[in-house]
């Protein structure tokens, strides 16, 4: 996963705010959101993968820390298109782009949804070929 996809997610993003702060530990970056400790684990475990996030082993906990530079990327793409002259960004350019974001998120889930859908149809139909 890219910084890109890592920030797509509103609990990403909101985790990568707490850590702006310094390290944290997991149950501390679990206590205001509402998710289980578990699934705020799996989503720090993305953020490691894009290379936004490390952890650091103190005793028997995990410390959670922002990469320095993790977010270079994205910083480096909004620089370019806000370049006055030769940047993309005009008028509603952020809108547009949180959009898009917005609308790739609600794709996934559909397409998501659209697979569970589609195997139970298909599990029933075979069930159903099975006894007719």
Do not use: W
């Not at 990403?12 to 944290?24: E, H, N, T, Y």
């Not at 006055?84 to 917005?102: F, N």
């Not at 998501?112 to 099975?130: I, L, Y």
């Amino acid at each position: 996963m890219d910084a890109f996809a890592a920030l797509a997610d509103p609990v990403r993003r909101s985790l990568l705010r707490s850590l702006s702060a310094g390290p944290a530990r997991v149950v501390d970056l679990a206590d205001g959101l509402p998710i289980s400790r578990p699934a705020v684990s799996r989503h720090l475990r993305l953020l490691m993968e894009a290379g936004l996030v490390a952890a650091s082993v103190r005793g028997r906990e995990r410390h959670y820390v922002m990469v320095p530079g993790g977010l270079a990327p994205v910083a480096s793409l909004v620089e370019q298109l806000a370049r006055p002259g030769g940047g993309l960004l005009g008028d509603g350019a952020v809108a547009a782009l949180d959009t898009e974001v917005r609308r790739t998120s609600r794709d996934r889930r559909h397409d998501t949804a659209t697979t569970t859908t589609t195997t139970t149809t298909t599990q029933r139909h075979h069930r159903d070929e099975d006894t007719g």
